[in-house]
């Protein structure tokens, strides 16, 4: 079985790609930020974050014949995974509604059988969580002072981004905004 898969829009299946298996860690790896203090047992934590988050997609590149077709097949992997394009985003069938941006960062050995290839294409996302779909909620505000709930399905806690528009003929002279995250 294969995973339908995108880079840019691009589906791997028109490059002649099939992938196959794709290696996305659950998390990023973590940076620890820690020192040891002389005389003093263990060490002080000073917290941790996380870093960039490396993909491998495990491919197989299938070519009509083992010479022209097949080196026209690997100049359009090179010229697509480029390095040098930046950040492309990367869309997989059995992930629907997020979005992986990242670039290629590594080598990109192609191990050929007869008219085909198996190539392993490493990817680095410096922004280590993928995007998910923008869902726009519009809500008119009547009457003050109302309550706005927005809700956030992510792994992450992010700040929503709010934009406020005045539709009536009055001039808005204040308002307030008040950004509160539920404890559990």
Do not use: W
């Not at 263990?42 to 009509?64: K, Q």
């Not at 992930?95 to 941006?101: A, I």
């Amino acid at each position: 079985m294969t995973i339908q898969a995108t880079v840019n829009g691009v589906s791997f299946a028109s490059l002649g790609l099939a992938v196959q298996k794709h290696d996305i860690p659950v998390l990023p790896p973590t940076r620890d930020y820690n020192a040891e203090i002389s005389g003093m047992d263990g060490e002080v934590d000073f917290g941790s974050d996380y870093g960039p988050r490396t993909i491998s997609l495990e491919c197989l590149l299938m070519a009509d014949d083992a010479t022209m077709d097949y080196q026209d097949k690997v100049a359009a992997l090179a010229k697509m995974f480029n390095a040098k394009r930046g950040d492309l985003v990367y869309t997989f069938s059995d992930l629907p509604g997020k979005r992986y941006k990242a670039r290629y960062a590594g080598t990109m050995p192609i191990e050929k059988v007869i008219f085909d290839g198996r190539v392993t294409i490493p990817l680095k996302m410096h922004d280590p969580y993928p995007e998910g779909d923008e869902h726009i909620v519009e809500t008119t505000i009547a009457s003050t002072p109302a309550v706005v709930e927005v809700e956030s399905i992510g792994t992450v806690e992010t700040p929503p981004v709010i934009v406020l528009t005045n539709t009536g003929v009055t001039t808005i002279t204040g308002f307030t905004l008040k950004i509160e995250y539920p404890v559990e």
